[in-house]
Nanobody, 123 residues
């Protein structure tokens, strides 16, 4: 019964900022790596950013380095993506992703996906 729910998407002008949030809920034992992916029309889904369980290591795709920041709050089971200096090429549906061990499912880990939130950068 685990769910990931994204929020914070919308329409913004080039150079603007948005902050995406993704909260996990349900019968959760542990949440491991969390991340964000995006998919633009006619293109494959690509990894944007990843953060480890303790927040001690992060990875970004080259096109967003210096502009985007991923973070997490484990007490809230939430991962964030702060997006600054947005460009039209950032326009896409952004998906939250997490590796989660369910409370009653044994040691098996599964990858979960959110429903996606639209980010549109346009003047």
């Amino acid at each position: 019964q685990v769910q990931l729910v994204e929020s914070g998407g919308g329409l913004v002008q080039p150079g603007g900022s948005l902050r995406l949030s993704c909260a996990a809920s349900g019968s959760i034992f542990s949440i491991y790596t969390m991340g964000w992916y995006r998919q633009a029309p006619g293109k494959q889904r690509e990894l944007v950013a990843v953060i480890t369980r303790g927040g001690d290591s992060t990875t970004y795709t080259d096109s967003v380095k210096g502009r985007f920041t991923i973070s997490r709050d484990n007490a809230k089971n939430t991962v964030y993506l702060q997006m600054n200096s947005l460009k039209p090429e950032d326009t896409a549906v952004y998906y939250c992703n997490a590796i989660i061990e369910e409370a009653f499912g044994g040691p098996s880990k599964r990858r979960y996906w959110g429903q996606g939130t639209q980010v549109t950068v346009s003047s």
